[in-house]
């Protein structure tokens, strides 16, 4: 059986699913799905055409679900979707998406410290850190297991790459390659990411080809073009480094240099 306080008010045609604790005077909207074992601190709005899985825990004052800022939005149905396992701590907003149809994202076994704010139409991974403050305008990608730094924020349509941290403060206006170290006003690259290619198991073997990888492309001066052809030609071919080439291949904003 479901716990749900008293003071809460959960609308007619909420889904509600077994174990769940929704405690003091938290707000379920009526089109919210909340998946087995999920908890809800208190004083908590989930709103809109909301799905969230199992295991997820919510702290106070948290809004999930909420109609975009987007000023162009007129109307539709929108959607957010939530995995496993997640933990959004205090004041989080995660907006839903801005157009009919479409829906703002967040994967599985991400920690959403106090005050960040995921916009509309945002996809998310998994084993996502999003530290304190931290902001994501409307449609950025953010791969599995990168980190990003308190009071950090990141321009729309920008790309977090999976394994990078960007540092606290920072200024994203371009996409953040996977597996790198991203820092400042604006943000660069400024290395590789080592511990959190440790933390992650990425074997010996990677990690070097990674680090010969980014002194190609970040500290010879080359153009991204010849600095991919040197790569592919005098690196050691592995999933990280074909991953690492696709993902600057592929960029529509720039890569933070």
Do not use: W
């Amino acid at each position: 059986m479901s716990q749900i306080h008293s003071t809460a008010v959960v609308e007619e045609g909420a889904r509600i699913a077994e174990g769940c604790h929704i405690g003091p005077y938290c707000i379920i909207g009526p089109n919210v799905t909340l998946g087995q074992g999920c908890t809800l601190h208190s004083h908590i709005v989930i709103a809109g055409h909301t799905e969230l899985g199992e295991a997820n825990t919510i702290y106070p004052f948290a809004s999930i679900g909420l109609q975009s800022q987007d000023l162009k939005h007129s109307g539709g149905t929108t959607h957010t979707r939530i995995g496993n396992h997640n933990t959004f701590r205090e004041y989080v907003t995660v907006h839903s998406a801005t157009n009919d149809g479409d829906a703002t994202v967040i994967g599985s076994h991400n920690n959403l410290l106090a005050y960040t704010h995921v916009a509309h139409d945002c996809q998310l991974g998994d084993h996502i850190v999003m530290s304190n403050v931290a902001t994501l305008a409307g449609h950025v990608t953010v791969e599995d297991r990168a980190i990003i730094g308190g009071i950090a924020a990141v321009h729309q349509f920008c790309r977090i790459g999976t394994m990078s941290i960007i540092g606290g403060c920072s200024k994203v206006v371009q996409d953040i390659p996977p597996y790198m170290l991203a820092d400042g006003n604006p943000t660069i690259t400024r290395a590789l990411n080592k511990e959190g290619l440790k933390r992650n198991d990425v074997s010996e073997g990677s990690q070097a080809a990674l680090k010969q990888a980014h002194r190609i492309l970040f500290r010879e001066n080359l153009t991204f073009t010849k600095g991919i052809d040197k790569t592919r030609a005098e690196v050691p071919a592995s999933e990280e480094i074909k991953h690492l080439l696709t993902f600057i291949e592929s960029s529509q904003r720039g890569i933070a240099r």
